[in-house]
């Protein structure tokens, strides 16, 4: 008796489907996609054998590249703009919608605050080139948060970070200074944050090799 033989017969997958949800997952990471913007401070940091983790938010976070200008920021976006609106107020400093939008947009600034807003009114172009000379820190100085600008001797990161610990009291410390940094003034962030009771903080640095 023959055997019955089947039809031989192409499978064929439509793809379409598939092509479909690859675009739209596409156009949905283009679209919410946030670019991260140019760092104001390049450091290098030095190697340590020494190894502890740093929260993954709510972090503050002071840099010392290895012309020894001090930058700081806080991760913290509603911490970032009460920062703002606080210095402000309190060095009677204008701010329109940009430049609000700006300073949100920075991770971390380093300018004397009698001139942030001159900075933040820049114009894009501008701005991109603008050398931020680093945020005021002297240790000796008699006035550290409020009364701005009443004693010549002004400690303007000490002020910072009274104002950023007083909104967000959850804030942890980082120092993150370049390995050619001057000594001296990497010191004069440790007083600072010892006379504005901030005893806890890391320092930041890379793992060291166990070659070397």
Same mark, same amino acid.
């Not at 760092?39 to 993954?56: F, N, R, Y």
């Given at each position: 008796m023959p055997k019955i033989q089947m039809k031989k017969q192409n499978i064929r997958m439509d793809m379409t489907a598939m092509c479909d949800v690859a675009f739209l997952l596409l156009t949905f990471f283009i679209l919410t996609? %946030?670019?991260? /913007?140019?760092?104001? #401070?390049? #450091?290098? +940091? /030095? =190697? =340590?054998?020494?190894?502890? !983790?740093? /929260? /993954? %938010? !709510? +972090?503050?976070?002071?840099? #010392? !590249?290895?012309?020894g200008k001090l930058f700081m920021g806080v991760d913290d976006k509603p911490t970032r703009q009460a920062m703002l609106d606080e210095v402000a107020k309190r060095y009677s400093i204008g701010l329109n919608g940009d430049m609000q939008k700006r300073f949100m947009n920075m991770d971390q600034f380093g300018v004397p605050l009698r001139q942030l807003g001159q900075m933040l009114a820049l114009p894009a172009a501008d701005a991109e080139r603008f050398q931020q000379p680093g945020l005021v820190c002297n240790p000796d100085a008699k006035v550290l948060p409020g009364n701005a600008g009443v004693d010549t001797a002004r400690n303007e990161l000490g002020e910072l970070i009274v104002i950023a610990r007083s909104i967000n009291p959850a804030l942890r410390i980082a120092v993150k200074a370049d390995k050619d940094a001057d000594y001296g003034k990497v010191d004069a962030v440790i007083e600072t944050l010892r006379k504005t009771n901030s005893n806890r903080f890391n320092l930041i640095t890379s793992v060291k090799n166990e070659k070397e």
């Open positions: 996609a %946030k670019f991260k /913007p140019q760092e104001p #401070v390049q #450091v290098e +940091i /030095p =190697s =340590s054998g020494a190894v502890t !983790d740093i /929260p /993954p %938010k !709510d +972090i503050l976070l002071i840099s #010392v !590249d290895k012309e």
